[in-house]
């Protein structure tokens, strides 16, 4: 078996080299940004794995030889799943790598807009000192955290946040209500934003969930209500948002992740005095990105092995 790793931004990929030697796959690495490069790199591939670059029917059906597809992350929104699927192509992801990194970094964004963390520290770097200097701040335990799904991450947010926030509700059209915690009050997609004063987005982005948060859900927010993105920056219409924040529905934002990243510095999201900004960064811990290079580098090894990838998003045509 010959593996591309097409992309990468992790300082080097020795953890993937050392498997795949162990393994006895032969590996090739680039930094593919467009179709055409990942074409021209994986020649004779049966296998990719990927980060950011773009793998479609293009990809496909140019080198009908690649048999599956592994993303680097529990997204996989870089790999078009549908032309996977009509070429008979597997798609493998590794969704529980970095659950507890990602759920606690929301929560500490979103009590950090809360609490004013953030302004406390500037005021006091530039001489105040006082505890009004960070304006009126609402009592955590008044306020009902919505969780826009319920999938891993949403659980583990909905569970460390039950004895933060009054109410924890749930929004998610895939989940079961036997799946839904005791503590986890299902409602509707336009309920959790008329009733939140947190929103905390947890969902994959596809075509139904793409610029899913825009004026026509922001407007149900109740004035000085706070949202926080850390699953991807697609589900959000930046316009919107900005439009939100300016007009007071929104008392601030917390975001990881944006519809293009990195930023333009002097972008007005950016900018903005009440957004607070982190970079991709909700997955990482040491051993949280250790694990997802492991678990997603495993995929293309257990496929050659046994047919299958330990993760499945898409099954593909059987391994002969």
């Not at 919505?146 to 989940?175: C, E, Q, T, W």
Request: glycine share 8%; charged share 25%; hydrophobic share 40%.
């Amino acid at each position: 078996m010959k593996v591309l790793i097409t992309d990468y931004d992790f300082p080097d990929v020795d953890l993937e080299l050392a498997l795949y030697k162990a393994a006895g796959v032969e590996v090739v690495t680039a930094q593919c940004r467009t179709e055409d490069e990942v074409i021209a790199a994986s020649a004779g591939c049966q296998g990719l794995l990927v980060q950011y670059a773009p793998v479609n029917a293009k990809v496909f059906a140019a080198r009908p030889e690649i048999r599956i597809a592994s993303r680097y992350g529990a997204g996989f929104d870089t790999i078009n799943t549908d032309d996977a699927a009509k070429y008979g192509v597997w798609v493998g992801n590794s969704p529980d790598y970095g659950v507890g990194e990602v759920s606690t970094h929301a929560l500490a964004m979103a009590l950090d807009l809360i609490r004013n963390i953030t302004v406390y520290d500037r005021a006091v770097k530039a001489g105040q000192w006082h505890y009004t200097t960070a304006g009126i701040i609402p009592r955590a335990s008044e306020m009902t955290l919505g969780l826009v799904g319920l999938g891993r991450i949403g659980k583990r947010m909905a569970h460390i946040s039950r004895n933060v926030f009054k109410r924890v509700i749930a929004y998610d059209p895939y989940i079961i209500d036997g799946d839904f915690p005791a503590y986890v009050e299902r409602v509707g997609r336009e309920e959790l934003f008329g009733q939140a004063d947190v929103v905390s987005l947890h969902t994959p982005l596809n075509d139904d969930t793409r610029n899913m948060v825009d004026a026509s859900l922001l407007k149900l927010l109740k004035p000085n209500s706070y949202l926080v993105n850390s699953a991807r920056g697609g589900l959000v219409d930046i316009d919107d948002l900005l439009a939100a924040l300016e007009s007071n529905r929104l008392k601030g934002a917390a975001l990881d992740v944006l519809p293009v990243e990195p930023p333009e510095t002097a972008s007005a999201i950016v900018q903005h005095k009440r957004v607070l900004l982190s970079p991709h960064a909700a997955f990482y811990s040491d051993i949280a990105a250790q694990e997802l290079r492991r678990k997603a580098a495993q995929n293309l090894i257990d496929w050659d092995r046994t047919g299958r990838p330990s993760y499945v998003v898409v099954e593909g045509k059987k391994n002969n």
